[in-house]
């Protein structure tokens, strides 16, 4: 079905105001849009991984989701909601269940409740083939406890446990690729997008996840304002140049087949994605050029890597 | 609202009074609460420039911008408006001004 804007803005809501996220959070614009992929007459169960949209949308007694939801623990999101998934099916084979439209199983994990320490139970989710979507919101950092650096801060970041002084320079590890390690579970649906433009490449992701029989993997950047130290208002400009940079690529993998979704006519040089954030600002000090120099070989090596991966389908 | 809930949400709440397990009956029950009041700086909607795009629906962290029936985009809801200006950042027709709140 091809992406009718207007239209999709007319189907329920089902994540409400008044959660506790800061103000410019990058993270509830991705949920609510991945939300409205759901079909209005569809129930979802939903589940999230300890983190800043877990304890700003579920703080008693007040939540902020529609549909059901599982408080869950730091590292078994996904173990929480491929549960649920094993129970709904055991009910309905007993035919204790009686309702109308289906229900769809989604678990949300920030990229320290994922990259890190939910590893484990998504791989195990993932492996066992349950009917479920699990959707990083990669913010690049554990923001929720402080800004502390995970294996999905970007290299040379300021953090508060990769701190910027004389001896140090930021985070000196690279980014893990989730979605590769997610691409080599070999499951029918993997994908990495962002908020960027109408959100056309978000929804139709989060349908295809959501809609696709077996379990099904969604990366998603959400950026963080305090973390990344930009103006709040920025949000879309910042998920813009990530994508232009190509430092986030958005590309799918269905059944193994790669397909890079957008391909920017002028790939930006990445110092445009890092100027626009303080916590990269100490790289813009004189005798720093070899660092800059080095993030920009790496986002090209991984860009020509995928480039070569869609080619060789 | 049942007695019961009008005592959840009350600051004296004991722990008889707590829901068995912390468990949340009403979906969705988060607008009742209001984050209004973080606002430092207010969008304003100018209703005449409007082209009724609708991208600032979109981007709303905080669903502070509703739509009607029709589909029409209606004035901000301050309740939850926390006054980050994403919506004012990505209006293509300057239709969104972004001002001191008082």
Not at chain 1, 126 to 155: F, K, L, W
Not at chain 1, 160 to 171: A, D, F, I, L, W
Not at chain 1, 263 to 289: C, D, I, M, S, T
Request: proline fraction near 4%; include cysteine.
């Amino acid at each position: 079905m091809a992406y009718n804007f207007k239209e999709v803005a007319r189907k329920p809501e089902r994540f409400t105001g008044g959660h506790r996220m800061c103000a410019g959070c990058g993270a509830p614009v991705v949920i609510r849009q991945i939300l409205r992929a759901l079909k209005p007459e569809d129930h979802a169960v939903i589940s999230a991984a300890t983190g800043c949209l877990e304890v700003s949308t579920f703080l008693y007694p007040y939540s902020a989701w529609k549909d059901s939801f599982i408080h869950s623990a730091f590292e078994n999101a996904a173990a929480t909601i491929s549960g649920a998934e094993a129970a709904y099916n055991g009910m309905r084979r007993r035919g204790k269940l009686d309702q109308e439209g289906e229900t769809k199983f989604i678990a949300f994990g920030g990229d320290g409740g994922t990259y890190d320490i939910g590893i484990q139970a998504l791989s195990g989710a993932m492996e066992r083939g349950h009917d479920m979507v699990y959707v990083c919101y990669d913010n690049g950092a554990y923001m929720n406890t402080g800004i502390q650096r995970s294996s999905a801060t970007p290299m040379f970041a300021d953090t508060t446990t990769s701190p910027v002084g004389r001896e140090s320079q930021g985070k000196n590890q690279r980014k893990k690729d989730l979605t590769e390690i997610m691409v080599n579970h070999h499951i029918p649906y993997v994908a990495q997008t962002a908020a960027i433009g109408n959100l056309k490449d978000l929804y139709e992701k989060a349908e295809k996840a959501i809609y696709t029989k077996g379990p099904a993997f969604l990366n998603v950047l959400a950026p963080c304002p305090r973390g990344w130290r930009y103006e709040a208002s920025d949000l879309m400009q910042i998920n813009k140049l990530a994508v232009d940079t190509c430092f986030w690529p958005l590309y799918e993998v269905v059944e193994g087949k790669y397909t890079v979704n957008y391909k920017p006519k002028n790939k930006l040089p990445v110092v445009e994605f890092l100027k626009a954030q303080g916590r990269f600002r100490h790289l813009f000090k004189k005798g720093n050029e070899e660092l800059l120099d080095m993030i920009q070989k790496e986002v090209d090596r991984r860009w020509e890597r995928l480039l070569s991966l869609e080619a060789s389908n | 609202m049942s007695k019961r809930e009008e005592k959840i949400y009350s600051p004296d709440v004991g722990w008889k009074d707590i829901t068995h397990g912390g468990t949340i009956t009403t979906a969705g029950n988060a607008e009742l609460f209001l984050t209004g009041d973080w606002r430092s700086m207010k969008p304003v909607w100018l209703k005449d420039k409007c082209k009724q795009c609708l991208m600032c629906y979109y981007v709303c962290p905080d669903t502070a911008i509703l739509i009607d029936e029709n589909g029409k985009r209606i004035d901000f809801n301050y309740n939850h408006c926390k006054g980050c200006g994403i919506c004012y950042k990505v209006c293509p027709f300057k239709a969104i001004d972004f001002v001191n709140e008082i």
